[in-house]
């Protein structure tokens, strides 16, 4: 593995059947980078995520995770990501206190650290007045922030969000994507999918997924200029038409 690569992955494949899902892909993600996964539905974004997250066996090629094997080390890789996905995110029926103390302790923080990091929480997000309500009651915009930074809670070397902002509000998408900057420069890795053109815009490098092979993958500037176009949105449609 490479240095400062903190994902590398190579011809990997996943086929259900006769089916190939995921096509021989290939690509790698430095340390600190936010990486965009972008397809259309169906492409193959969540299949492929499986895989990198020690969910899914491949049926073929290799994946490094923060320096662990798909295959050898899928416990290994759990313990040193984050992930956070549109459907399942925190518990509705607990509050907000009670899920930050639930998943610190799934991820094996102690009382002590839970309570330090609740505290920190708390100043950060502004939580004061929502600490003690039930997250069900909460706007989805604050579920997503919420469930974020729970993922971030045991310091991992990366993060998988699939989709977090789907449905929110533009205001709460620039201010979700505020904290994925400040993760970043912390040194964790991003590792995100949207269907959000302008959340294209704002990752450091973007690939993009047709029909399970990944056809391109750059700098969103680099992106536009090799399909001469002027946004992200026309990237997306020029590859999804071909
Ligand atoms: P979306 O944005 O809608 O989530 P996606 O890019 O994440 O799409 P996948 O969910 O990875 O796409 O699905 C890729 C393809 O693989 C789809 O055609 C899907 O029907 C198929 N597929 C996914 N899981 C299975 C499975 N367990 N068995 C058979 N086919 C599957």
Redesign the pocket.
Known sequence: MGKENIIEVENLT?M??D?T??NAISFKVKKGEIFGFL????????????MLIGIAKPTSGNAQIANFDVYKNPDDIKKNIGYMSQKFALYDDLTVKENITFFGGIYGLSRTQINKKTIELTEELNLQEVINQLVGSLPLGWKQKISFSVALLHNPKIIFL??PTSGVDPITRRQFWEMIYKAANNGTTIFV?T?YMDEAEYCDRVSI?VN?KIEALDTPKKLKELFKVDTMNDVFLKLARE
Do not use: I, L, R, S
């Open positions: 996943k259900f059947g089916f899902a995921v397809g259309a539905n169906g492409a193959g974004k969540t299949t492929a995520m499986k699939d989709e999918t269907h997924m399970g």
